[in-house]
Protein backbone atom coordinates (compact mmCIF):
# COMPACT_ATOMS: atom_id res chain seq x y z
CA UNK A 1 0.00 0.00 0.00
CA UNK A 2 1.54 3.32 -1.14
CA UNK A 3 1.95 5.44 2.47
CA UNK A 4 2.69 8.64 0.78
CA UNK A 5 -1.17 9.71 0.21
CA UNK A 6 -2.12 8.77 3.64
CA UNK A 7 0.73 10.67 5.52
CA UNK A 8 -0.22 13.79 2.81
CA UNK A 9 -3.89 13.86 4.34
CA UNK A 10 -3.00 13.14 8.11
CA UNK A 11 -0.56 16.43 7.43
CA UNK A 12 -3.00 18.22 5.45
CA UNK A 13 -5.92 17.42 8.27
CA UNK A 14 -3.96 18.79 11.39
CA UNK A 15 -2.33 22.01 9.16
CA UNK A 16 -6.27 22.25 8.65
CA UNK A 17 -7.47 21.99 12.01
CA UNK A 18 -4.67 24.08 13.31
CA UNK A 19 -5.41 26.98 11.04
CA UNK A 20 -8.52 27.33 12.64
CA UNK A 21 -7.50 27.56 16.11
CA UNK A 22 -4.24 29.78 15.45
CA UNK A 23 -4.83 31.66 12.22
CA UNK A 24 -2.25 34.09 10.83
CA UNK A 25 -5.24 35.63 8.86
CA UNK A 26 -8.56 35.42 10.98
CA UNK A 27 -12.23 36.07 10.14
CA UNK A 28 -12.14 33.12 7.70
CA UNK A 29 -15.64 32.17 7.28
CA UNK A 30 -16.13 29.85 4.90
CA UNK A 31 -13.08 27.65 4.99
CA UNK A 32 -14.85 23.88 3.77
CA UNK A 33 -16.16 25.92 0.53
CA UNK A 34 -12.62 27.49 0.32
CA UNK A 35 -10.91 23.83 0.66
CA UNK A 36 -13.57 21.83 -1.55
CA UNK A 37 -12.25 23.09 -4.97
CA UNK A 38 -8.95 21.94 -4.17
CA UNK A 39 -9.60 18.66 -2.32
CA UNK A 40 -11.12 18.09 -5.84
CA UNK A 41 -8.46 18.94 -7.83
CA UNK A 42 -5.91 17.15 -5.96
CA UNK A 43 -8.04 13.80 -6.12
CA UNK A 44 -8.31 14.46 -10.31
CA UNK A 45 -4.40 15.55 -10.52
CA UNK A 46 -3.85 12.22 -8.03
CA UNK A 47 -6.01 10.03 -11.04
CA UNK A 48 -3.73 11.77 -13.62
CA UNK A 49 -0.72 10.79 -12.02
CA UNK A 50 -1.32 7.05 -10.92
CA UNK A 51 -3.16 5.69 -14.14
CA UNK A 52 -0.75 8.07 -16.80
CA UNK A 53 2.03 10.59 -15.58
CA UNK A 54 3.69 7.91 -12.77
CA UNK A 55 3.71 4.79 -15.80
CA UNK A 56 5.47 7.02 -18.24
CA UNK A 57 7.97 8.21 -15.71
CA UNK A 58 8.49 4.91 -14.33
CA UNK A 59 9.41 3.35 -17.81
CA UNK A 60 11.62 6.53 -18.60
CA UNK A 61 13.51 5.52 -15.59
CA UNK A 62 13.60 2.04 -16.20
CA UNK A 63 15.19 3.10 -19.78
CA UNK A 64 17.83 5.14 -18.27
CA UNK A 65 18.93 2.44 -15.54
CA UNK A 66 19.58 0.17 -18.16
CA UNK A 67 22.09 2.17 -20.07
CA UNK A 68 23.63 3.61 -17.19
CA UNK A 69 22.98 7.27 -17.25
CA UNK A 70 22.80 9.93 -15.36
CA UNK A 71 25.42 11.54 -13.03
CA UNK A 72 25.18 9.41 -10.13
CA UNK A 73 25.08 6.07 -11.84
CA UNK A 74 28.78 7.06 -13.05
CA UNK A 75 30.33 7.26 -9.47
CA UNK A 76 30.14 4.48 -6.56
CA UNK A 77 28.52 6.54 -4.13
CA UNK A 78 26.11 5.16 -1.12
CA UNK A 79 22.64 5.34 -1.38
CA UNK A 80 22.75 7.73 1.40
CA UNK A 81 25.31 10.23 -0.10
CA UNK A 82 23.79 9.89 -4.00
CA UNK A 83 19.82 10.20 -2.69
CA UNK A 84 21.35 13.81 -0.62
CA UNK A 85 23.04 14.99 -3.70
CA UNK A 86 20.19 14.20 -5.84
CA UNK A 87 17.78 15.88 -3.21
CA UNK A 88 19.82 18.90 -3.38
CA UNK A 89 20.53 19.19 -7.42
CA UNK A 90 16.39 18.06 -7.54
CA UNK A 91 15.85 21.17 -5.14
CA UNK A 92 17.66 23.72 -7.56
CA UNK A 93 16.06 22.21 -10.76
CA UNK A 94 12.28 22.81 -8.95
CA UNK A 95 13.69 26.43 -7.77
CA UNK A 96 14.08 27.16 -11.61
CA UNK A 97 11.50 25.41 -13.13
CA UNK A 98 9.23 28.04 -10.37
CA UNK A 99 10.96 30.80 -12.04
CA UNK A 100 10.30 29.85 -15.44
CA UNK A 101 6.43 29.87 -14.59
CA UNK A 102 7.25 32.98 -13.89
CA UNK A 103 8.79 34.31 -16.47
CA UNK A 104 7.52 32.21 -19.57
CA UNK A 105 4.03 33.55 -20.48
CA UNK A 106 2.89 29.91 -21.98
CA UNK A 107 3.83 28.22 -18.26
CA UNK A 108 2.70 31.19 -15.98
CA UNK A 109 -1.13 30.96 -17.73
CA UNK A 110 -1.27 27.39 -15.93
CA UNK A 111 0.69 28.61 -13.10
CA UNK A 112 -1.54 31.51 -12.31
CA UNK A 113 -4.30 29.34 -11.80
CA UNK A 114 -2.37 28.57 -8.05
CA UNK A 115 -1.89 32.00 -7.65
CA UNK A 116 -5.58 33.15 -8.16
CA UNK A 117 -5.97 31.83 -4.85
CA UNK A 118 -7.31 35.07 -2.35
CA UNK A 119 -7.34 33.24 0.92
CA UNK A 120 -4.36 31.17 1.30
CA UNK A 121 -4.34 28.04 2.90
CA UNK A 122 -2.56 24.54 3.77
CA UNK A 123 -5.38 23.08 1.01
CA UNK A 124 -3.46 26.30 -1.58
CA UNK A 125 -0.92 23.58 -1.56
CA UNK A 126 -3.37 21.19 -3.63
CA UNK A 127 -4.87 23.97 -6.20
CA UNK A 128 -2.18 23.31 -9.19
CA UNK A 129 -3.77 23.13 -12.45
CA UNK A 130 -3.78 19.75 -14.31
CA UNK A 131 -2.14 21.25 -17.38
CA UNK A 132 0.94 22.45 -15.15
CA UNK A 133 1.32 18.94 -13.74
CA UNK A 134 1.22 17.55 -17.13
CA UNK A 135 3.87 20.21 -18.32
CA UNK A 136 6.15 19.62 -15.27
CA UNK A 137 5.91 15.85 -15.64
CA UNK A 138 7.57 16.11 -19.18
CA UNK A 139 9.44 18.88 -18.73
CA UNK A 140 11.40 17.45 -15.80
CA UNK A 141 12.22 13.62 -17.62
CA UNK A 142 15.64 15.08 -19.26
CA UNK A 143 16.62 16.35 -15.35
CA UNK A 144 15.48 12.88 -14.06
CA UNK A 145 17.79 10.83 -16.51
CA UNK A 146 20.84 13.65 -15.93
CA UNK A 147 20.68 12.91 -12.33
CA UNK A 148 20.12 9.34 -12.25
CA UNK A 149 17.03 9.18 -10.19
CA UNK A 150 15.08 6.40 -8.97
CA UNK A 151 11.52 6.25 -9.00
CA UNK A 152 12.49 5.80 -4.78
CA UNK A 153 14.37 8.70 -4.82
CA UNK A 154 11.72 11.08 -6.61
CA UNK A 155 8.53 9.85 -4.47
CA UNK A 156 11.17 10.46 -1.26
CA UNK A 157 11.77 13.60 -2.73
CA UNK A 158 7.69 14.51 -3.96
CA UNK A 159 7.14 13.45 -0.27
CA UNK A 160 8.66 16.14 1.28
CA UNK A 161 8.23 18.81 -1.32
CA UNK A 162 4.40 17.86 -0.66
CA UNK A 163 5.08 18.23 3.11
CA UNK A 164 7.20 21.49 2.69
CA UNK A 165 4.09 23.22 0.49
CA UNK A 166 0.96 22.02 3.26
CA UNK A 167 3.76 23.69 5.91
CA UNK A 168 4.54 26.77 3.86
CA UNK A 169 1.15 27.23 2.08
CA UNK A 170 -0.32 27.61 5.49
CA UNK A 171 -2.58 29.93 7.33
CA UNK A 172 -0.66 28.94 10.64
CA UNK A 173 0.08 31.58 12.91
CA UNK A 174 3.89 30.94 13.16
CA UNK A 175 5.51 33.56 15.70
CA UNK A 176 8.35 35.98 13.43
CA UNK A 177 11.00 34.75 15.18
CA UNK A 178 10.69 30.92 14.97
CA UNK A 179 9.89 31.74 11.30
CA UNK A 180 12.75 33.72 10.93
CA UNK A 181 14.85 30.53 12.78
CA UNK A 182 13.20 28.07 10.29
CA UNK A 183 13.74 30.03 6.86
CA UNK A 184 17.56 29.85 7.31
CA UNK A 185 16.86 26.38 6.08
CA UNK A 186 13.47 25.94 4.50
CA UNK A 187 10.66 27.81 3.10
CA UNK A 188 8.37 28.99 6.16
CA UNK A 189 4.60 30.48 5.53
CA UNK A 190 5.87 33.93 5.97
CA UNK A 191 8.38 33.79 3.38
CA UNK A 192 5.73 32.49 1.14
CA UNK A 193 3.36 34.62 1.71
CA UNK A 194 5.25 36.98 0.28
CA UNK A 195 4.92 34.63 -2.59
CA UNK A 196 1.84 34.85 -2.72
CA UNK A 197 1.34 39.08 -2.69
CA UNK A 198 -0.85 40.84 -5.14
CA UNK A 199 2.25 42.67 -5.69
CA UNK A 200 4.10 41.28 -9.10
CA UNK A 201 7.58 42.53 -7.53
CA UNK A 202 7.41 40.53 -4.68
CA UNK A 203 4.65 37.25 -6.52
CA UNK A 204 8.26 37.29 -8.78
CA UNK A 205 10.12 36.20 -5.88
CA UNK A 206 10.94 33.54 -3.11
CA UNK A 207 10.56 30.53 -5.47
CA UNK A 208 12.14 28.00 -3.90
CA UNK A 209 10.43 24.69 -3.02
CA UNK A 210 12.16 22.97 -0.08
CA UNK A 211 15.17 24.99 1.18
CA UNK A 212 15.32 28.37 1.05
CA UNK A 213 18.81 29.53 0.25
CA UNK A 214 18.10 29.28 -3.76
CA UNK A 215 16.58 32.50 -3.57
CA UNK A 216 19.18 33.84 -1.40
CA UNK A 217 22.02 32.91 -3.52
CA UNK A 218 20.05 34.15 -6.72
CA UNK A 219 18.67 37.25 -5.11
CA UNK A 220 14.77 36.14 -5.40
CA UNK A 221 14.93 36.79 -1.78
CA UNK A 222 12.15 38.75 -0.74
CA UNK A 223 10.29 39.43 2.87
CA UNK A 224 7.84 41.67 4.73
CA UNK A 225 8.45 43.18 8.06
CA UNK A 226 4.52 42.88 8.10
CA UNK A 227 2.95 40.23 6.40
CA UNK A 228 -0.61 40.66 7.81
CA UNK A 229 -0.57 43.60 5.45
CA UNK A 230 0.49 41.15 2.37
CA UNK A 231 -3.34 41.32 -0.28
CA UNK A 232 -2.98 37.61 -1.28
CA UNK A 233 -4.11 36.66 -4.92
CA UNK A 234 -3.34 38.22 -8.08
CA UNK A 235 -4.72 41.48 -9.51
CA UNK A 236 -7.22 39.92 -11.55
CA UNK A 237 -8.96 36.34 -11.29
CA UNK A 238 -10.14 37.73 -7.79
CA UNK A 239 -13.56 37.41 -8.45
CA UNK A 240 -15.35 34.32 -6.83
CA UNK A 241 -15.94 32.26 -10.28
CA UNK A 242 -12.10 31.93 -10.17
CA UNK A 243 -12.10 30.79 -6.51
CA UNK A 244 -14.19 28.08 -7.58
CA UNK A 245 -13.32 24.48 -9.49
CA UNK A 246 -14.72 25.46 -12.46
CA UNK A 247 -13.24 29.03 -12.83
CA UNK A 248 -10.15 27.47 -11.61
CA UNK A 249 -10.15 25.12 -14.77
CA UNK A 250 -10.52 27.67 -17.19
CA UNK A 251 -7.90 30.09 -16.02
CA UNK A 252 -5.44 29.05 -17.96
CA UNK A 253 -7.85 29.64 -20.99
CA UNK A 254 -8.61 32.97 -20.20
Known amino acids: MDKKPLLI ?3 LTVIFVLEGVVPHYGGRTSRLRHALPHVLTALLNGLLTRFVLAGMTIRVIDWAEGYALGLTLWFSLSLYTETVIIFVLFDIWMYLWHRLNHRVRFFWRFHRAHHADTEMDTTTALRFHPGEL ?4 FIRIPVLI ?3 MSFGQLIFFETLLNLSTLFHHSNLAVPERWDRLLRIAIVTPNMHRVHHSVAQAETNSNYTSVLSVWDRLAR ?3 MR ?3 HAIILGLPSFREEYFQRLRGFMVTPFR
Open 9 to 11: FIV
Open 220 to 222: SFS
Open 134 to 137: ILST
Open 225 to 227: EDT
Open 146 to 148: LLG
